[in-house]
């Protein structure tokens, strides 16, 4: 990765660099970015979506349900407000 990266005059931040093993959550990888151990992670979200190692979408469900969740009370205290309004 070290070559890769000079090669093409790409900077990676190893400390925001995470790596994770897809299957088999028993599995512990060594990775370094330029002498730099990189972390091994369980869940991380990418582009977005919460991913895991067993690619179970339990994590984005709890997340886009607490974004609704939050929304619908903005809209709630917007209408309570307004006596009247309605949706």
Request: charged share 25%.
């Given at each position: 990765?070290?070559?890769?990266?000079k090669?093409?005059?790409?900077?990676?931040?190893?400390?925001?660099?995470?790596?994770?093993?897809?299957?088999?959550?028993?599995?512990?990888?060594?990775?370094?970015?330029?002498?730099?151990?990189?972390?091994?992670?369980?869940t991380?979200?990418?582009?977005?979506?919460?991913?895991?190692?067993?690619?179970?979408?339990?994590?984005?469900?709890?997340?886009?349900?607490?974004?609704?969740?939050?929304?619908?009370?903005?809209?709630?205290?917007?209408?309570?407000?307004?006596?009247?309004?309605?949706?």
């Amino acid at each position: 990765m070290d070559q890769w990266s000079k090669k093409w005059d790409m900077t990676l931040n190893a400390g925001k660099t995470k790596v994770m093993l897809f299957g088999n959550p028993h599995v512990k990888l060594s990775v370094s970015l330029m002498g730099t151990p990189i972390e091994q992670v369980s869940t991380i979200k990418y582009l977005g979506v919460w991913l895991d190692e067993q690619l179970n979408f339990d994590d984005q469900t709890e997340y886009a349900a607490s974004k609704a969740t939050r929304a619908f009370a903005k809209i709630d205290r917007l209408i309570n407000k307004r006596k009247g309004l309605g949706p």
